[in-house]
């Protein structure tokens, strides 16, 4: 009796997954497995910028919840729910090595799944979410300040 090969990922899922992983390198990374016909994409993005001191991180932690909030519900709506619920950690203001100034980070994790006809929401999606990102990395806390009063 002959084995069965295992069914092997389309030249197209191969390409998606090269694309989203080139995505993901703007503020985080990626995971990827491909299960026939579906690639799964384990997301990591982080929400980091930098801050002047451990006050001033304190102060904006809310803000970033906010953001990080605004940005999961971008996620689930722009993808039509194809991504699911992001998982949401936050970390307290921590200095930096040159102990000039602070960082404060929250890590996105979010997950989804994508076959050859399926993949544009969840792309557009990711990549909005990546760019508003490294913006945030960009622009730092006066950023960060201007996204929140835009989403109150």
Same mark, same amino acid.
């Given at each position: 009796? %002959? ?25 985080? =990374?990626?995971? !990827?497995? =491909? ?8 997301? *990591? ?10 006050? +001033?991180?304190? +102060?904006?932690?809310? /803000?970033?919840?906010?953001?990080? +909030? ?7 709506? @722009?993808? !039509? !729910? ?8 936050? #970390? ?6 040159? @102990? ?5 980070? #929250? *890590?996105?994790?979010?997950?989804? /799944?994508?076959?050859?006809? !399926? ?5 557009? %999606?990711? *990549? ?5 990102? %490294?913006?945030?990395? +960009?622009? @730092?806390?006066? @950023? ?9």
């Amino acid at each position: 009796m %002959a084995q069965r090969q295992p069914l092997q990922p389309s030249p197209k899922l191969q390409q998606l997954a090269k694309e989203f992983q080139q995505i993901a390198t703007m503020a985080g =990374f990626l995971n !990827s497995a =491909f299960d026939p016909p579906q690639l799964r994409l384990m997301f *990591t993005l982080y929400a980091r910028l930098t801050v002047a001191d451990e006050a +001033e991180g304190l +102060e904006l932690l809310p /803000k970033l919840r906010t953001w990080c +909030e605004k940005l999961s519900l971008d996620l689930r709506e @722009g993808s !039509s !729910s194809a991504i699911l619920p992001p998982q949401i950690n936050y #970390a307290a203001p921590q200095p930096l090595p040159n @102990g000039e100034s602070w960082f404060l980070v #929250a *890590t996105l994790n979010f997950n989804s /799944k994508v076959t050859d006809n !399926s993949y544009q929401r969840v792309r557009t %999606a990711v *990549t909005a979410a990546y760019q508003a990102a %490294a913006a945030l990395r +960009e622009g @730092g806390a006066a @950023g960060l300040r201007a996204a929140a009063d835009l989403t109150a």
